[in-house]
C-alpha cells in the first residue's frame, strides 16, 4: 500500500488526502464539507476531500467539531453499508472518528469529525 498523502490548498481551504494516487474513484457526499472517494468494485478507500478545512478541523471549546453524516441518507442500505465499514477500518480511520448521535433509544445518527492533522501548506 502507498503512503498517504495529503494537500492542502490555502486559496480554497480544502485538504486533499490520498491513499491511493492517480486511481478513479467514485465520490460519496459524507457531508456538506467531507467527499469520501472510494473504489466500490474493490471495496476500498481512494481519498477523501475536505471543504472548508480550517472550519472542519477547528475545535470547540467542548471537544472535536462533529458532523452528522446526512450524506448517507442519501445513499442505498448496501451503499451505506459499505461506506460505513470504510470509514471505520485503515487507513480512512486514522483521519477521521465516527460516533453516533442518539437523541432517542431508538433514533441513531451517525457523525463524523478529523483527528488532529498536521498539514503544512
Known sequence: MQ???????ETSDTLSISFAP?????????TDHIILRINKAERRTIGMTVLDYSLVAQATEIGPRSFPLTG???????????????????????????????????????????HPLTISA
Open 3 to 9: 503512503s498517504t498523502t495529503y494537500t492542502y490548498d
Open 22 to 30: 492517480g486511481e478513479r474513484a467514485t465520490g460519496v457526499e459524507l
Open 72 to 114: 448517507l441518507m442519501e445513499l442505498s442500505a448496501e451503499m451505506r453499508e459499505l461506506v460505513i465499514d470504510i470509514l471505520r477500518h485503515e487507513p480512512v480511520n486514522e483521519v477521521v472518528a465516527l460516533s453516533a448521535y442518539t437523541p432517542s433509544m431508538s433514533e441513531q445518527i451517525p457523525i463524523i469529525w478529523l
